[in-house]
């Protein structure tokens, strides 16, 4: 199995930027699909961003389009999330996840491991 840890979190206003990463140990980081999920109080666990082993192609929610970039460094066992131009609707625990397989990465029931998530706050 493989363990996630995520970082980079925390307080940034409207219009701003965080990269949050995560990071792999335990089994092959380069045979993962990776995958970006966020949850804001009281709503569900919501897709935000997936790519595939090679880093080749990526996927993402309408909401965070042209905005959110996921990118990976199997080197460094490492996934990340840049966020630009952040909303107060950004706000959530985002979390990072990790599968085996490919197909329907934006179903949170198909990713086998979780991180314990980072807190992201975007004030108005």
């Known amino acids: 199995q493989v363990q996630l840890v995520e970082s980079g979190g925390g307080l940034v206003q409207t219009g701003g930027s965080l990269r949050l990463s995560c990071a792999a140990s335990?089994?092959?980081?380069?045979?993962?699909?990776m995958g970006w999920f966020r949850q804001a109080p009281g709503k569900e666990r919501e897709f935000v961003a997936a790519i595939t082993r090679s880093g080749g192609s990526t996927n993402y929610a309408d909401s965070v389009k042209g905005r959110f970039f996921i990118s990976r460094d199997n080197a460094k066992n490492t996934v990340y999330l840049q966020m630009d131009s952040l909303k107060p609707e950004d706000t959530a625990v985002y979390y990072c996840?990790?599968?085996?397989?490919?197909?329907?990465?934006?179903?949170?029931?198909?990713?086998?491991?979780w991180g314990q998530g980072t807190q992201v706050t975007v004030s108005s």
């Open positions: 996840a990790a599968d085996l397989s490919s197909g329907s990465y934006y179903l949170r029931g198909r990713y086998d491991y």
């Open positions: 335990g089994r092959t980081f380069s045979n993962y699909y």
